[in-house]
Nanobody, 128 residues
Framework: VQLQASGGGLAQAGGSLRLSCTAS???????????MSWYRQLPGKQRDLMAT??????HYADSVKGRFTISRDNAKNTVFLQMNNLKPEDTAVYYC?????????????????????WGQGTQVTVSS
């Protein structure tokens, strides 16, 4: 099971980027994911929570509230982060996280849980 993030890149201050992150398995299936989140991390710093979505509820860090929007496509096991009005201080590596994921390794097998799964990170750079 893996989380694959994409959508990072270079943007100018005031611009926008959209990150995506999809959970997938090689030969089985994802049965469900409790919550999905986006974090970001600067070199040498801790990984900070930016946004979480659980059902229809969302939570944002104060630093991105009103500028970032988290959404989710449950059918595709994908979480998105729409980032608008970007600022240079948004520059970081962004990581997606899936909390309490359940999957089947192969069809007709027993469900297996994963407490927490991380994506590989995607670089976002905002120039002034």
């Amino acid at each position: 099971v893996q989380l694959q993030a994409s959508g990072g890149g270079l943007a100018q201050a005031g611009g926008s980027l959209r990150l995506s992150c999809t959970a997938s398995t090689a030969s089985g299936s994802i049965l469900g994911i409790n919550s999905m989140s986006w974090y970001r991390q600067l070199p040498g710093k801790q990984r900070d929570l930016m946004a979480t979505i659980l059902g229809s509820s969302t939570h944002y860090a104060d630093s991105v509230k009103g500028r970032f929007t988290i959404s989710r496509d449950n059918a595709k096991n994908t979480v998105f982060l729409q980032m608008n009005n970007l600022k240079p201080e948004d520059t970081a590596v962004y990581y997606c996280n899936a909390d309490k994921l359940t999957y089947k390794r192969v069809p007709n097998s027993l469900p297996r849980p994963i407490a927490s799964l991380w994506g590989q990170g995607t670089q976002v750079t905002v120039s002034s």
